[in-house]
């Protein structure tokens, strides 16, 4: 969340995982750039990009990172473990069906991962970067579900998070030593 930042009321961070191939790099440049293009080397380390969009009458900028392939949908379930492990309690998640343009190619229906994500508390959605289909939707979802955790913006300077606590300490003994 920001600390009163004229340009933006929060800044979320986004973490997109998944298969090597699903296309996390494509939802990327179509929600971040508006654009798609059907050859795309696959991400080596992390990559980023900012989206500013306004919500509920609020500005918020979404830094996206997106991530080097992941293994199989198998893994899913260790995912999310491994953010529960790693991130912020009460992370918000969301579990994207990308390619969903590709009818016949489909590697997991739709019935099947829509219970998978019920089963593990999280929603679900089936985008298609190519065609822009549910992209947007996908982004603006987790901007939603992340402001109503979060709550109203703060100042900063009344958010105890954002403050040190000093408290007096007890006084330093002096002892004697035989150093020189």
Not at 22 to 41: N, P
Not at 61 to 67: A, E, G, N, R, S
Not at 96 to 113: E, R, S
Not at 127 to 138: I, P, R
């Amino acid at each position: 969340m920001s600390t009163m930042n004229p340009e933006y009321d929060y800044l979320f961070k986004l973490l997109l995982i998944g298969d090597s191939g699903v296309g996390k790099s494509c939802l990327l440049l179509r929600f971040a750039d508006d654009t798609y293009t059907e050859s795309y080397i696959s991400t080596i380390g992390v990559d980023f990009k900012i989206r500013t969009i306004d919500l509920d009458g609020k500005t918020i900028k979404l830094q996206i990172w997106d991530t080097a392939d992941q293994e199989t949908f198998n893994n899913v379930k260790q995912w999310l473990e491994e953010i529960d492990r790693y991130a912020c309690d009460n992370v918000n998640k969301l579990l994207v069906g990308n390619k969903c343009d590709l009818h016949t190619k489909k590697v997991v229906d739709y019935t099947t991962a829509k219970e998978y994500a019920d089963q593990l508390g999280i929603p679900f959605l089936e985008t298609s970067a190519k065609n822009a289909m549910n992209v947007e939707q996908a982004f603006m979802t987790m901007a939603a579900e992340i402001k109503l955790r979060v709550g109203p913006p703060s100042s900063g300077a009344s958010d105890p998070a954002n403050k040190v606590k000093i408290e007096h300490g007890r006084p330093i003994e002096s002892s004697k030593s035989g150093c020189c």
